[in-house]
C-alpha cells in the first residue's frame, strides 16, 4: 500500500518548523528520525530571475523512530533548509539567509519510512525578502531541521539540526534576445551580420542589467541538419551587446548561446531563419 502524505498537511507540519526554532535550546538532543538522498534540483544550480517565483524540486527519504508513524504526522517534523552563514545561526533563528522547503508529499514505504517530493519556492519579489542582493548568487549550504512533539499539546520533545555534505548553487537568470541577423534574404558568398544583446537578472533592483565582457557563442544549424554547430565566440562590449559577422553559405538557423558561471545561469536566443540565395 502506498499512502500519500498530502501537501496541505505537510504545510501546516512546515509551519510547526517554526516553533521548533523558538523552542528552549535546552530542548535540542537526537530524534532519531534518519533522512536520506536529500536532494535539491535534482543536483543542478537553482536560476532566479526578477519576477518569476523559482520552483525548486526537493526530494528525499525519512525514517522515523520507534513509537512514531507516517500515519500521525502532527508528532513528527522534517524541514529541509538552505542556508548561509553557520548551522547555530539557523537553530537560533540568526543565520543571515535561509530558505525553507515548503510544502511537500509523502508517499508511505511502510509505518515508519516514506519518500518525499517538495518544492522549494524563491520569490523574487522585493517583499519577500528570498533573493535581495546580488551576493546571494552563491553557494548555499544544505541542512535539515528534525522535531519531535508529544501527543496532544506540549514542548517540543526533541529537535536536531543536521548539516549535509555538498553545496546548492543559487545564480542570477540572464537572458539573450533574439539571434537578429541582417540582410534577409542573402546571397550566397555575401557577409551576414548577427546581432544579440546579454542581460542578467538585478536582484537588488529587479531589473535585467546588461552583463558585459561575456563570452557568447554563435552557432549555426543547416536547414535539414539536426544539431547545432558553434561557428565563433564573441564577448559582449559595455553594454551587453553583441555583433559579428558569417559568410553566407546555405539556409538555416542561427543562436546564440550563453553557458553561464558560478553565479550566473545559462542562455540561448530565440532562432533566425536565413534564406540564401
Given at each position: 500500500?502506498?499512502?500519500?502524505?498530502?501537501?496541505?498537511?505537510?504545510?501546516?507540519?512546515?509551519?510547526?518548523?517554526?516553533?521548533?526554532?523558538n523552542?528552549?535550546?535546552?530542548?535540542?538532543?537526537?530524534t532519531g528520525?534518519?533522512?536520506?538522498?536529500?536532494?535539491?534540483?535534482?543536483?543542478?544550480?537553482?536560476?532566479?530571475?526578477?519576477?518569476?517565483?523559482?520552483?525548486?524540486p526537493v526530494?528525499?527519504?525519512?525514517?522515523?523512530?520507534?513509537?512514531?508513524?507516517?500515519?500521525d504526522?502532527?508528532?513528527?517534523?522534517?524541514?529541509?533548509?538552505?542556508?548561509?552563514?553557520?548551522?547555530?545561526?539557523?537553530?537560533?533563528?540568526?543565520?543571515?539567509?535561509?530558505?525553507?522547503t515548503?510544502p511537500?508529499?509523502c508517499?508511505?514505504?511502510d509505518?515508519?519510512?516514506?519518500?518525499?517530493?517538495?518544492?522549494l519556492?524563491?520569490?523574487?519579489?522585493?517583499?519577500?525578502?528570498?533573493?535581495?542582493?546580488?551576493?546571494?548568487?552563491?553557494?548555499?549550504?544544505?541542512?535539515?531541521?528534525?522535531?519531535?512533539?508529544?501527543?496532544?499539546d506540549?514542548p517540543?520533545?526533541a529537535?536536531?539540526?543536521?548539516?549535509?555534505?555538498?553545496?546548492?548553487?543559487?545564480r542570477?537568470?540572464?537572458k539573450?534576445?533574439v539571434?537578429?541577423?541582417?540582410?534577409?534574404?542573402?546571397?550566397?558568398?555575401?557577409?551576414?551580420?548577427?546581432?544579440?544583446k546579454?542581460?542578467?537578472a538585478?536582484?537588488?533592483?529587479?531589473?535585467?542589467?546588461?552583463?558585459?565582457?561575456?563570452?557568447?557563442?554563435l552557432?549555426?544549424?543547416?536547414?535539414n541538419a539536426?544539431?547545432?554547430?558553434?561557428?565563433?565566440?564573441?564577448?559582449?562590449?559595455?553594454?551587453g551587446?553583441?555583433r559579428?559577422?558569417?559568410?553566407?553559405?546555405?539556409?538555416?538557423?542561427?543562436?546564440?548561446?550563453?553557458?553561464?558561471?558560478?553565479t550566473?545561469?545559462?542562455a540561448?536566443?530565440?532562432?533566425?531563419?536565413?534564406d540564401?540565395?
Open positions: 500500500m502506498n499512502r500519500r502524505r498530502t501537501a496541505a498537511v505537510i504545510a501546516t507540519a512546515g509551519a510547526l518548523a517554526l516553533s521548533v526554532l523552542a528552549p535550546a535546552a530542548q535540542a538532543k537526537d528520525i534518519v533522512v536520506s538522498n536529500l536532494v535539491f534540483n535534482k543536483g543542478k544550480p537553482i536560476v532566479v530571475g526578477t519576477s518569476k517565483v523559482s520552483e525548486t526530494t528525499f527519504n525519512f525514517t522515523l523512530p520507534s513509537g512514531y508513524t507516517t500515519d504526522w502532527s508528532r513528527w517534523d522534517i524541514s529541509p533548509v538552505l542556508y548561509r552563514g553557520s548551522l547555530k545561526d539557523v537553530a537560533n533563528g540568526t543565520a543571515e539567509n535561509s530558505l525553507w515548503i511537500y508529499t508517499y508511505e514505504q509505518s515508519q519510512r516514506a519518500r518525499c517530493e517538495g518544492t519556492f524563491l520569490d523574487p519579489h522585493p517583499l519577500m525578502e528570498e533573493v535581495d542582493s546580488n551576493s546571494d548568487a552563491t553557494k548555499w549550504k544544505i541542512a535539515v531541521v528534525l522535531a519531535l512533539f508529544p501527543a496532544g506540549g517540543v520533545l529537535k536536531e539540526y543536521e548539516s549535509r555534505s555538498g553545496t546548492v548553487s543559487l542570477r537568470a540572464a539573450l534576445s539571434a537578429d541577423a541582417t540582410p534577409e534574404p542573402v546571397t550566397k558568398g555575401k557577409k551576414l551580420t548577427l546581432k544579440s546579454l542581460t542578467r538585478n536582484w537588488t533592483t529587479k531589473k535585467n542589467d546588461a552583463y558585459a565582457g561575456s563570452t557568447v557563442s552557432q549555426f544549424r543547416a536547414k539536426t544539431s547545432f554547430k558553434t561557428l565563433k565566440k564573441v564577448t559582449t562590449n559595455s553594454a551587446a553583441l559579428t559577422t558569417v559568410t553566407a553559405s546555405t539556409d538555416g538557423f542561427f543562436r546564440w548561446v550563453y553557458y553561464g558561471n558560478t550566473t545561469g545559462t540561448t536566443s530565440a532562432q533566425d531563419y536565413i540564401v540565395r
